[in-house]
């Protein structure tokens, strides 16, 4: 029986560190399992089987499921998880910071993109807006465009 339960929280133990590299749902997997096995060895000291050696692997496999319940919240919770929508900048103002004729860059949110004047030429310092967003490049329309 304490065989068993050892392998338990093992596989408690290793989806636990699979976790951080698989996702949260490892971590949901490893505090449900370190549960099962503390759970498992509270009964078999309660029973008087190996009762010192049977509380330090309940304090482990309670360590394992408490840490891997904050790993899986934070996970799921989404927290540090980058979304990026390059639609969002259509519309937003930018600056230019290299010549459009037609082509050049702008500054839009602190980054620099590459970009087209739709409507002629924009110079150092003009103020432009995005139209469209292509892959990794902008069409803009320049607010005094030089034609």
């Known amino acids: 029986m ?5 392998v338990v929280l093992a596989i408690a133990l290793i989806a636990w560190l699979g976790g951080f590299h698989v996702g949260p749902q490892a971590h ?4 449900v399992l370190a549960l099962i096995a503390a759970g498992w060895m509270i009964v078999l000291a309660l029973r008087g089987q190996s009762a010192p050696l049977l ?4 304090a482990v496999a309670l360590f394992v499921a408490g840490t891997a319940a904050v790993g899986a919240w934070f996970g799921l919770r989404g927290k540090g998880v980058v979304t990026y929508d390059p639609h ?3 519309g937003a ?3 230019v910071v290299s010549d459009l004729d037609p082509e050049g860059r702008v500054r ?13 030429t924009a110079r150092l310092g003009t103020r432009v807006q995005v139209l469209r967003v292509s892959g990794l490049h902008l069409e803009v329309w320049a607010e005094e465009p030089e034609i």
Request: glycine letters at 12%; charged letters at 15%.
């Open 28 to 31: 949901v997997a490893a505090g």
């Open 93 to 95: 103002e930018a600056i």
């Open 2 to 6: 304490l065989v068993v339960a050892g």
């Open 55 to 58: 509380w330090t692997l309940v």
């Open 88 to 90: 969002a900048l259509e």
């Open 108 to 120: 839009v949110r602190g980054e620099i993109w590459k970009a087209t004047a739709v409507n002629g």
